[in-house]
């Protein structure tokens, strides 16, 4: 069984960093699309930040865009979030996932097979 574990969240104050980390189990890390996504509270989840297998494709919502860096190590097993410039809007439980199928087909909609536990971030004004 595939088991992501995500590190990282925790409490910061407006324009502080964060690096979001997540660890996947089992031997298919490197066949991955892997992707962050956040829920706030009494919202569905929203789609971050993506990323191809080979580290290619890297896909950003426009609020993030030139904040946020998504990347992976495969020899790790292991995607980061590169959170900078962070704001109170970013507070969410932030989630990694991970899809069998390629980058493009996988953010069509959000049925990722594989999910982190999540982790909290609050970005306090």
């Known amino acids: 069984q595939e088991q992501l574990v995500e590190s990282g969240g925790g409490l910061v104050q407006a324009g502080d960093s964060l690096r979001l980390s997540c660890t996947a189990s089992g031997r298919a890390f490197r066949d991955w699309a892997m992707a962050w996504f956040r829920q706030f509270p009494g919202k569905e989840r929203e789609l971050v930040a993506a990323?191809?297998?080979?580290?290619?494709?890297?896909r950003y919502i426009a609020s993030v865009e030139g904040r946020f860096t998504i990347s992976r190590d495969n020899a790790k097993n292991t995607m980061y979030l590169q959170m900078n410039s962070l704001k109170p809007e970013d507070t969410a439980v932030y989630y990694c996932?991970?899809?069998?199928?390629?980058?493009?087909?996988?953010?069509?909609?959000?049925?990722?097979?594989?999910w982190g536990q999540g982790t909290q971030l609050t970005v306090s004004s």
């Open positions: 996932a991970a899809d069998v199928r390629p980058l493009p087909e996988a953010m069509l909609d959000t049925q990722w097979p594989y």
């Open positions: 990323i191809a297998w080979n580290g290619g494709g890297k």
